[in-house]
């Protein structure tokens, strides 16, 4: 029962949002813009769940992720009329980031062969259509702020928030990146299998990747605000959201307690998380 309340209060968060952010979109076919691109990731992660839950199988989730914000951009820029710099670069980047981040999940999971988030979840069916419902709310409601932005029929000179926005992009991206590579770098070295990384990035922060993320997209509603107007600027929750789901829900609460199974025991780790950030890089206590 939780799984179908949860999916319906999803559904509706997401209309909400969707007809707040509507207005002052430009319009194609008689509909607003911003509405038809915003049912993309839910309409491929909906497609996608069928045979995901058929062969038992979690391997697509994080490409079709990806999948969502690349064709939502593409659709974007080919019915918009006449898209501006700030939405032509806005596009650029999320398509950029979902690239990357896509093409380093898929690679992990095909390479682990699975994903221990999903080991319960996928045997479950409305549990697990409920995942990929999350999945494509995911997808709209963190890029709602810039879609706004690339769909908004007001247009204006880019301006200080516009690089303000930009460099926040830029430094959530390389550490993202950064923070992946060590990670993975990591990983590669037979004797770390079943270790925890304490170095790089990771020895002042549990999670930078995270933090990473929230910054960019933080970056991404700074670089759309001038534009918004009305309703429209509801979609300014975009990086409230990516940080209450990270920091709250499939995140880092999934993977602390993924942590404490595995090595909760070892004083090594009581002592590392106890003296590094859960997510703000900072010096060790």
């Given amino acids: 029962m939780k799984p179908i309340i949860g999916i319906l209060a999803i559904i509706a968060f997401s209309a909400a949002l969707a007809v707040a952010g509507n207005q002052g979109s430009v319009v194609f076919s008689g509909l607003p813009l911003f509405i038809i691109c915003a049912s993309v990731g839910f309409m491929l992660h909906w497609l996608a769940f069928i045979p995901a839950f058929a062969y038992q199988t979690e391997h697509y989730f994080d490409l079709i992720g990806s999948a969502s914000y690349i064709g939502t951009v593409i659709l974007t820029v080919a019915l918009h009329p006449g898209m501006d710099t700030r939405g032509l670069i806005i596009s650029v980047m999320i398509a950029v980031w979902a690239v990357r981040l896509g093409s380093f999940l898929f690679a992990r999971v095909k390479k682990a062969g699975k994903d221990r988030r999903f080991n319960e979840i996928k045997t479950r069916f409305f549990r697990y259509m409920f995942t990929w419902t ?121 993977l602390e307690k993924s942590g404490l199974e595995r090595w909760g025991s070892d004083p090594k780790y009581q002592r590392y998380i106890s003296i590094t950030s859960s997510l703000v890089p900072l010096p060790r206590k």
């Fill in 134 to 254: 999350l999945g494509g709310a995911w997808v709209f409601i963190t890029m709602a702020a810039g879609l706004a932005a690339m769909t908004s029929t007001t247009q204006q000179a880019v301006g200080i928030p516009f690089f303000i926005g930009t460099t926040l992009w830029v430094l959530g991206f390389g550490l993202e990146v950064v923070a992946d590579s060590q990670k993975t770098s990591f990983r590669r070295q037979a004797a770390n299998a079943e270790k925890f990384i304490t170095t790089g990035l990771w020895q002042y922060s549990r999670h930078p990747n995270y933090f990473g993320e929230i910054i960019l997209w933080l970056g991404i509603a700074v670089m759309s605000a001038p534009v918004l107007v009305g309703w429209q600027l509801a979609a300014l929750i975009s990086p409230v959201f990516v940080f209450f789901l990270l920091t709250k829900v499939s995140g880092i609460p999934m």
